[in-house]
Each structure stands twice: as structure tokens, then as C-alpha cells.
């Protein structure tokens, strides 16, 4: 293929490449604010950067990116365009059940939107499977998880939202959308707001209880609209974090492929 994007080719293409493979990556982000260095699209560019690699490796195809997510608790910064949960869930569901339809019978998504997608397409995906297309496999891939080691090993500060982590990945995959001239060093002690039960680290130990909160409190706790440190971003520290998680979603990608059941094996009753 000369190219792995799925709206690049013609449907026959697409046809042809369905009579020996059947998987598909599907990148998920937002559109939202991440301070005053991160472009609105950072996290539909790590998730777009992770899939298109990904697939030159493992020979698959992308289908477009999904631009808009679970994104209301940032819509107090202008740019940001949100959906609501159940408009997410109900996206997903209509992505998963079309590429079904059409044969792509193995699904990865990969979610750029660290943790906060991660409900709409848990929830939708499940149900794709359950009523839908039982035949069907459906995987979720987050930074979250896929960086959780690499992310120990190389980050200088608590990496939460605007962080040096994703930022160094844009700057790594995408050159000159970060304003790097707008690093900072600042960050908010998500702990202290949350009576020691938040994270301020999501590659930590994690929050001990989950506590919402809504745009106006994050807009008066965080006005820049960055919660972690930025400022130790770099190309060289981008390319340690993206590489080592392309690594990671390669090789569950060989397995997944190559995965014969019990999950996705159809009885008689069920055909």
C-alpha cells in the first residue's frame, strides 16, 4: 500500500486488502485546550502519530481520525469542542459496527485522549460486541497504559494535562505545532485540591477516588489551562516516549492478528 490511511484508497482497494486482512486502527483524540503551548489537537495528533506508525509496521490499514471527545470538563477555554458521553458512545458505536459490516473483524482504537475517553469507548465497544458483531474483536490502546513503563523511566516531573510527555511526542511526530517558546514550569497540585485523593502524576500511583470536576473549576484552579510541567519538553524526549509505545501497540497488534479464541469464536447460535 502506498499509503496506510483508509480515505486514501477506493473501495476495490479496500475490498482487496479484506481477503487477507481484517484488521483495522482506528485513532480517537479531542479537540480541546492544553495550555498555552499545546495546540487544540494534541491528543487526535498522538493518537493519529501511534496508529500511522504502527500500521507501517504491522501492514495495516488507519481509518480517519476522530477529532472530538469527552472534552466538556475543558470547555471553559475557547477552541474546545466537546461531545457529550452519550453522543460518544453513540459515534463509536456507529465507527465500529460500519467497519464490522465491512469486514474489518479485528479493531484497534487508540485513544490520545489519555483516560478520559476511555468510558464512551469501553461502553461502546462492549456493546458492538455483545449485540452487534459477536465475530468481532474490539482492543483499546491508551498512552496511558501503552507509556506507563517508559513513562517511569524518562519523565522529569509528574506528567498529567499539557505535560512534557505529550508535548515532546507532538514535537516529535509533529514539528512546529508546539509553542515551545510557551514551555512553563508551573503546575497545579492536584493532590492539595483533592484532599490527597487526585493523582497529579497519571503515570503514578494513581488516584485513590475519582473526583470530578466541572470547566469553571478547572478554569479557576488552572487559568493557563496547564496542570503539569512542560518546560523539559523536547524532540529527543518525544521520540524515547512515542517509539517505545509504537513498540508496545506492534506487538499486541501481531498477537491480535494472529489470535484464533476463545473471544470472537461464533457458535452455531450464534451465526
Not at 479484506?18 to 487526535?44: F, R, W
Not at 496547564?226 to 524532540?235: E, Q
Request: charged share 20%.
Amino acid at each position: 500500500m502506498n499509503s496506510v490511511w483508509l480515505a486514501d484508497h477506493t473501495w476495490q482497494e479496500v475490498e482487496e486488502y479484506i481477503t487477507s486482512k481484517h484488521s483495522i486502527i482506528v485513532p480517537v483524540g479531542a479537540t480541546e485546550q492544553h495550555g498555552p503551548a499545546g495546540p487544540l489537537g494534541v491528543d487526535t495528533y498522538v493518537a493519529m502519530g501511534l496508529a500511522e506508525d504502527a500500521a507501517k509496521a504491522t501492514g495495516l490499514l488507519v481509518a480517519p481520525p476522530v477529532w472530538l471527545g469527552d472534552s466538556f470538563h475543558h470547555s471553559a477555554y475557547p477552541g474546545t469542542i466537546w461531545l457529550k458521553s452519550s453522543t460518544m458512545i453513540a459515534v463509536i458505536t456507529d465507527i465500529a459496527h460500519s467497519l464490522a459490516e465491512a469486514g474489518f473483524t479485528r479493531q484497534i482504537y487508540v485513544n490520545g485522549h489519555k483516560g478520559s475517553n476511555l468510558p464512551s469507548l469501553t461502553l461502546a465497544l462492549r456493546e458492538v460486541h455483545e449485540y452487534q458483531h459477536p465475530e468481532a474483536l474490539f482492543a483499546i490502546a491508551d498512552p496511558l497504559h501503552l507509556g506507563r513503563a517508559v513513562a517511569g523511566e524518562i519523565k522529569q516531573a509528574a506528567e498529567h494535562h499539557g505535560g512534557a510527555l505529550e508535548l515532546s511526542q507532538v514535537m516529535y511526530r509533529y514539528p512546529n505545532k508546539v509553542r515551545e517558546d510557551k514551555l512553563t514550569d508551573s503546575s497545579v497540585d492536584l493532590e492539595a485540591i483533592g484532599g490527597g485523593y487526585i493523582a497529579s502524576d497519571l503515570f503514578g500511583q494513581g488516584s485513590i477516588v475519582e473526583i470530578s470536576w466541572n470547566s469553571r473549576e478547572e478554569r479557576a484552579f488552572s487559568p493557563s489551562g496547564s496542570i503539569s510541567s512542560s518546560h523539559t519538553a523536547s524532540v529527543d524526549l518525544g521520540k524515547r516516549f512515542h517509539e517505545a509505545m509504537v513498540g508496545e501497540l506492534c506487538r499486541f497488534i501481531r498477537w491480535f492478528e494472529s489470535y484464533t479464541g476463545p473471544l470472537g469464536v461464533v457458535s452455531e447460535d450464534e451465526v
